[in-house]
């Protein structure tokens, strides 16, 4: 299984992003997706994630202006983040779990800046 993430860049506060991020293999539409980001200096955490029959999960920092959305025809999972701040300045990773094997894509960079 590989993850390609893409969609990070420069946004100012306030702004809006939408992450994506695509999945080879057959595995997707039953694998967890989430979403985790790392800030410099600071440990990897969770932002969010979806389960294969939709159900969502967000860390308390994001939940009301992230959006964690899945297309299983696409094998494809999103992030759409919204009034975003400059502590949401990160390395965003996404990650598939299937079974007891996690994959991981590489990280894009979302950085918030004026």
Same mark, same amino acid.
């Given at each position: 299984? =590989?993850? =390609? &993430? *893409?969609?990070?860049?420069?946004?100012?506060?306030?702004?809006?992003? $939408?992450?994506? *991020? &695509? @999945?080879?293999? +057959?595995?997707?539409? +039953?694998?967890?997706?989430?979403?985790? %980001? =790392? @800030?410099?200096?600071? =440990?990897? !955490?969770?932002? &969010? +994630?979806?389960?294969?029959?939709?159900? #969502?999960?967000? &860390?308390? +920092?994001? $939940?009301? %202006?992230?959006?964690?959305?899945?297309? /299983? @025809?696409?094998? #494809?999972?999103?992030?759409?983040? /919204?009034?975003?701040?400059? !502590?949401?300045?990160?390395?965003?990773? *996404?990650? @598939?779990?299937?079974?007891?094997?996690?994959?991981?894509?590489?990280?894009?960079?979302?950085?918030?800046?004026?």
């Amino acid at each position: 299984v =590989q993850l =390609q &993430a *893409c969609g990070g860049g420069l946004v100012q506060p306030g702004g809006s992003l $939408r992450l994506s *991020c &695509a @999945a080879s293999g +057959s595995i997707f539409s +039953s694998a967890v997706m989430a979403w985790y %980001r =790392q @800030a410099p200096g600071k =440990q990897r !955490e969770l932002v &969010a +994630s979806i389960t294969s029959g939709g159900t #969502t999960n967000y &860390a308390g +920092s994001v $939940r009301g %202006r992230f959006t964690i959305s899945r297309d /299983n @025809a696409k094998n #494809t999972v999103y992030l759409q983040m /919204n009034s975003l701040k400059p !502590e949401d300045t990160a390395v965003y990773y *996404c990650k @598939a779990v299937w079974r007891d094997n996690s994959y991981w894509g590489q990280g894009t960079l979302v950085t918030v800046s004026s």
